[in-house]
């Protein structure tokens, strides 16, 4: 399946900006939409933004206008430029991949390991 490394988590003040990576690998298999969601303690894990492989994009309400999600194709890689950070975006932010074998048609959705972002107050 579709192996996913996350970087770029860490910690920073109310208003601070931060940028977070996802490169996904794997052979055989057509990347068709990547995205992030996190999840705060004790709380379920919630979708913050997705992409499509054809640039389409999707936010939750409370991250329009902060944060950009974007893709490089050729890199199979997303990235997620977080503005304007609020305490209420601490969470440990996952990146999700759906993808297609090539041969079979079989879908598959995979998460990577998670990376830790704190916003202070």
């Known amino acids: 399946q579709v192996q996913l490394v996350e970087s770029g988590g860490g910690c920073v003040q109310a208003g601070g900006s931060l940028r977070l990576s996802c490169a996904a690998s794997?052979?055989?298999?057509?990347?068709?939409?990547m995205g992030w969601y996190r999840q705060a303690p004790g709380k379920q894990r919630e979708l913050v933004a997705t992409?499509?492989?054809?640039?389409?994009?999707n936010y939750a309400d409370s991250v329009k206008g902060r944060l950009t999600i974007s893709g490089d194709n050729a890199k199979n890689t997303v990235y997620l430029q977080m503005n304007n950070l609020k305490p209420a975006d601490t969470g440990v932010y996952y990146c999700?991949?759906?993808?297609?074998?090539?041969?079979?048609?079989?879908?598959?959705?995979?998460w990577g390991q998670g990376t830790q972002v704190t916003v202070s107050s």
């Open positions: 992409i499509t492989s054809g640039g389409s994009t």
């Open positions: 794997g052979l055989l298999y057509r990347i068709n939409a």
């Open positions: 999700n991949a759906d993808s297609a074998h090539i041969w079979s048609g079989r879908t598959f959705a995979s």
